[in-house]
């Protein structure tokens, strides 16, 4: 049963049950609809309790029904019912009332919340508007500023702001038991949101939504309809709000971007250890960073906030001082922001340990190795690890790029050896790719998805390869935009073009912030190895020898006079054009269009290229990675959720045309050539478990 229901005296028990977040999918709009006739049918009830369960009242419509026609009974309907119901309806909340379920509680005359509950209208952040009453009853019950507030961002509020501004009469430990001893004379002081009157219109609130929404939700569409919606309830009827809802609802849920934003929403949750390796994970409890810099101080610090013991090690006392610093800093900060408590920071700080002392984590299951990226200090390291961790303890490596086998090589049991890259900030990005070397025990790799499950972040798996699944194809995003720098386009047209598409900076921006030196060492490492044929741009090569390093030395790719803003540099675009006429190569202007084309070309036969190698498991990995580690779009997808909408044939078309300019670096990825054959989607093609 998807909707329980029973009696006690004059009280009507109605609920949800459909694990593990009552997601209102048609089964539970059936049962809702045959608890109204039932609570109908009944002579002499008092009141009606809506509930859900500890963790969820509703987490809103099942989004999983939004490809295929709406089936009745619908939601809004259902709402109409409860509104209109004779018995008044009170909503007990634990846990999440989302979407569908803030809305199946607006229903209700009376809304009880316990202090940890959540409640809100997330609709837009999978590309929809509320589609059963949201825009109109909240601002009928809370105003037009705090349903904007609340609908345009899609961002759940607490129960204390949610009963400040109304949205709930109060708060219990227990709401149902509250919602039972509710004195009658208070719930008739209630009347039914469709009775309200409407909102007073107000101007300056819907014009700070629209331009919140341009500057956190550029190209989306569904906020700039939700506040549309929200701003005619000030003058239209419910009912007639409630047909343009509904209307607008059901045109953007089939859209693209509505598509893509629940492709990321799901993909994120199918981020789970392969069945192969599930089971297999050690146990968490004290785990060992080595390398008390930027990123093993995030990690450390990622880990002390999921509640687990860290000893961090160095090699001086000076590198334990500037660990103990870099972890306060993190442990300041968050606590300045108030995303952790007073007892929170002790906790973290208890639980943590900077030493040069490896004997110190002589009971580590797990050690997270993020020193300098040298393959001969990794080396010591992992002897050392060896050397003082359990024998069972898992060895992970945080290395960007280099060869995850060639470390796990100079360990006895290399299967103990693993992968974790984190991204900067460690404390802050979700993505986090597990790298399976060649001997990595089912062990090294369920323990790192137990360990993103534990940190909330997102695990992708990925073989050994330079620069795994995100920074190779990272690399081939800057070596097109280089290309086309070479030939004729200057750095901030390559940025323009690539923010318009949806990024929120373009590649040369992106560098300046993290450091040219970065990308310049990675090249000089793989000098030794790269294919000769290939053509070469040396301008970023050029930056880095004039000490153009980016923001930190004031000028890179753009300056940045007095540390402010960035400035256009003339010095870069004559340094493009001079290296254009030593390679003899004519330059020419380049639309922001034909930039894209090239730059997401570039980056999508790459990805093919990485799952024709097995590198990545399926196409929603690389879409996770994209989008979670390198700022794609999301409301786009994932980069292959946006090769789809292209399609293979168009993509292998324009692979052909980029070829006749250089055959080498165009080459048509097998995995494209065979989407354009077969008529496939890479999501087809590259499904998970296929
Ligand atoms: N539809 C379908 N499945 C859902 C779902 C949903 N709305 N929400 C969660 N799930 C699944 C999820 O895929 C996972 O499945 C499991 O539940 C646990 O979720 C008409 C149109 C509620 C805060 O945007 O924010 O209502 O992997 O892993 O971390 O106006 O889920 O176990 O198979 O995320 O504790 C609006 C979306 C919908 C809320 C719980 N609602 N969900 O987080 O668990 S549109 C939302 C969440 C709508 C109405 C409109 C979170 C959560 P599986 P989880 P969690």
New binding site residues.
């Given amino acids: 049963m998807s909707v329980e229901v029973r009696r006690e005296g004059t009280v009507a028990f109605v609920t949800l049950s459909n694990p ?2 009552n ?1 209102i999918g048609l089964e539970v709009r059936k049962g809702l609809s045959e608890a109204l006739d039932w609570v109908n049918g009944q002579n002499g009830l008092s009141r009606v309790i809506l509930s859900g369960s500890e ?2 009242f509703a ?6 029904e939004f490809d295929a026609d709406p089936v009745a009974p619908h ?1 809004p309907d259902i709402v109409a019912r409860i509104d209109a119901c004779e018995t008044p309806w009170v909503a007990a909340i634990s846990g ?1 009332a ?3 379920g803030c ?1 199946l509680a607006l229903a209700c005359r009376y809304r009880i919340a316990s202090p940890s509950a959540k409640i809100g209208l ?2 837009v ?2 590309g ?1 508007v ?3 009453g ?1 825009t109109q009853r909240l601002p009928r019950l809370v105003g037009l500023k705090a349903a904007l507030d609340l609908v345009a961002t899609g961002r759940p509020v607490s129960a204390n702001r949610a009963e400040e501004i109304g949205l709930i009469h109060g708060q219990a430990d227990d709401p149902v038991m509250l919602a039972q001893h509710l004195d009658l004379g208070t719930i008739a002081l209630e009347v039914a949101i469709s009775t309200l009157p409407k909102p007073t219109a107000n101007s300056d609130a819907v014009e700070g939504a629209r331009a919140l929404a341009e500057r956190k939700m550029p190209n989306q569409i569904a906020p700039k309809r939700a506040i549309d919606l929200i701003a005619a309830s000030a003058t239209m009827t419910l009912e007639d709000g409630m047909a343009q809802e509904r209307e607008a ?1 059901l045109a953007l849920r089939r859209g693209d971007q509505a598509h893509a934003l629940r492709h990321i929403f ?1 993909a994120e ?2 981020a789970r250890a392969p069945d192969r390796i599930k089971g297999a994970e050690q146990p968490l409890d004290h785990v060992a960073v080595v390398g008390g810099g930027t990123m093993g101080a995030g990690i450390a610090y990622a880990l002390l906030n999921a509640g687990l013991t860290v000893t961090l090690l160095e090699t001086d006392a000076e590198g334990v001082t500037r660990a103990n610093e870099n972890v306060e800093k993190i442990v300041a900060a968050s606590l300045k922001r108030r995303l952790i408590s007073d007892a929170d920071a002790q906790s973290h700080r208890a639980k943590f340990l900077a030493t040069t002392d490896y004997g110190a984590a002589a009971k580590a299951t797990l050690a997270i190795e993020a020193a300098f990226e040298s393959m001969e200090v990794k080396k010591t390291i992992f002897g050392m690890l060896q050397t003082h961790l359990p024998a069972n303890a898992i060895l992970a490596t945080n290395t960007s790029y280099l060869d995850v086998n060639e470390i796990a090589a100079c360990v006895q049991d290399p299967s103990r050896v693993v992968g974790f890259h984190f991204f900067a900030p460690a404390h802050i990005m979700k993505l986090l790719e597990i790298v399976e070397g060649s001997q990595s025990s089912d062990a090294a790799l369920a323990t790192g998805f137990a360990l993103a499950k534990r940190l909330r972040k997102i695990p992708v798996l990925s073989g050994v390869c330079d620069g795994f699944i995100g920074n190779r194809i990272l690399a081939r995003y800057r070596e097109a935009a280089d290309t086309v720098l070479l030939e004729g386009a200057a750095p901030w047209e390559v940025d323009e073009a690539m923010v318009e598409f949806g990024y929120a900076m373009g590649p040369y921006e992106a560098q300046d912030l993290s450091g040219l030196d970065i990308a310049h060492a990675n090249r000089r490492r793989q000098d030794a190895t790269r294919d000769p044929n290939r053509r070469y741009i040396p301008i970023a090569d050029r930056m880095v020898e004039l000490g153009k390093l980016g923001k930190k030395t004031g000028a890179g790719w753009y300056r940045y006079p007095g540390g402010a803003g960035k400035v256009e540099d003339p010095i870069v675009a004559d340094l493009a054009i001079e290296e254009a006429h030593l390679a003899k190569v004519e330059r020419r202007e380049f639309t922001a269009e034909e930039i894209r084309e090239r730059l997401l070309i570039a980056m999508i036969n790459e990805a093919a290229d990485i799952l024709d190698e097995g590198i990545a498991a399926s196409a929603a990995d690389i879409d996770l990675v994209t989008v979670f580690g390198y700022g794609f779009p999301r409301w786009r997808g994932g980069l292959l959720a946006y090769a789809d909408t292209l399609g293979a044939s168009k993509i292998l078309e324009k692979l052909k045309s980029f070829a006749q300019e250089d055959p080498l670096v165009w080459t048509p990825s097998p995995s494209v050539i065979k989407c354009a054959q077969e008529g496939s989607s890479f999501a087809q093609l590259f499904g998970k478990g296929t």
Avoid: I, S
């Fill in positions: 593990p977040v997601a963790r969820a987490a809103g419509a099942d989004a999983r939601l999440v989302l979407g569908g809305e997330p609709e952040t999978l929809v509320p589609g059963a949201g609802f799901f949750r199918g």
